[in-house]
């Protein structure tokens, strides 16, 4: 399947023609590679997290924060990340006061791609010590699907890096606007779905 790039507005979201397809059911295969494109495409998410003593339960209160767990939590989860492995384990400890950024995570197996995000703010004179469990994975996760044998914080987990997804018909071809997160280009994300559908889809009579 030939594409081409029609627009592209910045890295991270472009506009792709596609085609040519038959005209009867070109509008249903455009919907249906909209639908696979958003459950197969893989990313990244934080799913696990250990705040050693900070916090003494899920939505207890530490007053050298600023922000309020669930603040912390939801900020934690903002975090666009992408490492070269199945998972990973990230080690943060750091002596307040101090503002986290995301970009203070650092891992020789992981990247984050939006280092500038603001975590929190520590007050206090003291150590703060933070443990994120990080794997690849497909959708959503609710925090009951996910396993946990230690005395970690279990998370609801996004891991599709598509932002958004529109279509348009014209004649035989479909124009395709794909917008990521960074962790996967738009191309590499048509020509991943393509070969899914081939493979899963196509045989030998």
Do not use: W
Not at 90 to 102: C, L, Q
Not at 167 to 188: A, D, L, M, Q, R
């Amino acid at each position: 399947m030939r594409f081409n790039i029609e627009k592209e507005f910045n890295k991270n979201f472009k506009e792709i023609k596609l085609g040519p397809y038959n005209k009867a059911c070109i509008n249903y295969f455009a919907h249906f590679l909209r639908i696979i494109i958003f459950k197969i495409t893989e990313g990244f998410s934080i799913n696990k997290i250990n705040f050693s003593n900070q916090f003494l339960g899920n939505y207890s209160y530490n007053s050298g924060f600023k922000e309020d767990f669930c603040k912390i939590i939801l900020n934690l989860k903002g975090i666009v990340l992408k490492i070269n492995k199945k998972e990973d384990i990230i080690n943060f400890t750091k002596k307040g006061p101090f503002i986290f950024y995301a970009g203070d995570l650092i891992s020789e197996s992981c990247k984050i791609l939006n280092p500038e995000k603001k975590i929190f703010t520590f007050n206090k004179e003291e150590f703060v010590k933070i443990k994120l469990f990080i794997n690849k994975g497909t959708g959503y996760k609710f925090r009951e699907e996910i396993l946990d044998s230690e005395n970690n914080l279990v998370i609801d987990s996004y891991y599709c890096p598509i932002k958004r997804i529109y279509y348009s018909c014209k004649k035989n071809f479909i124009n395709i606007g794909i917008k990521t997160n960074g962790v996967i280009s738009p191309e590499k994300t048509l020509k991943k779905t393509l070969k899914f559908l081939i493979k899963n889809f196509s045989h030998e009579t």
